[in-house]
């Protein structure tokens, strides 16, 4: 199977620590989450290598869940991302890198690998369209 990564990166004007909130903090992820899961209710997310990641919905159920796998504050934040769905063994990892650049925070996202099998190929244009929903509200949040 070929590899198959979703590569985004965006250009914020906020101090890192703002970004790093938005991405981290329940409330604020939830927002942007939003963009493109409105089902989604809470994140429970426990940041430190290790720690679990879960994603409820409206309905009590868990949407997804995932574990830490790096987490550097202010620099970078990797887990996995695996939907709760019946017969299906889809995970991807998630990783932000954060960098400042001339008082402005670049932001890169990686998700995949989304070609290990054809089924899970199928998903990646639905997540590449996820994050371009998701980081311009990034941004925004951020920039508030």
């Not at 997804?64 to 709760?84: C, Q």
Request: with cysteine.
């Amino acid at each position: 199977m070929r590899k198959l990564f979703i590569e985004k990166a965006i250009i914020i004007d906020a101090h890192i620590s703002d970004v790093w909130k938005v991405l981290t903090d329940p409330q604020l992820n939830k927002q942007w989450i939003q963009e493109w899961w409105p089902e989604l209710e809470t994140l429970e997310a426990d940041w430190r290598p290790g720690g679990h990641v879960v994603w409820k919905l409206k309905d009590g159920q868990t949407g997804a869940d995932g574990k830490v796998t790096i987490a550097d504050p202010y620099t970078m934040l990797s887990f996995s991302f695996r939907i709760n769905e019946p017969n299906t063994s889809k995970q991807e990892i998630i990783t932000y890198k954060l960098e400042e650049r001339d008082n402005h925070t670049y932001l890169l996202v990686t998700v995949g690998d989304y070609g290990d099998t054809p089924e899970h190929e199928l998903c990646y244009p639905g997540a590449v369209e996820s994050w371009d929903l998701s980081l311009p509200k990034i941004k925004a949040l951020s920039e508030k």
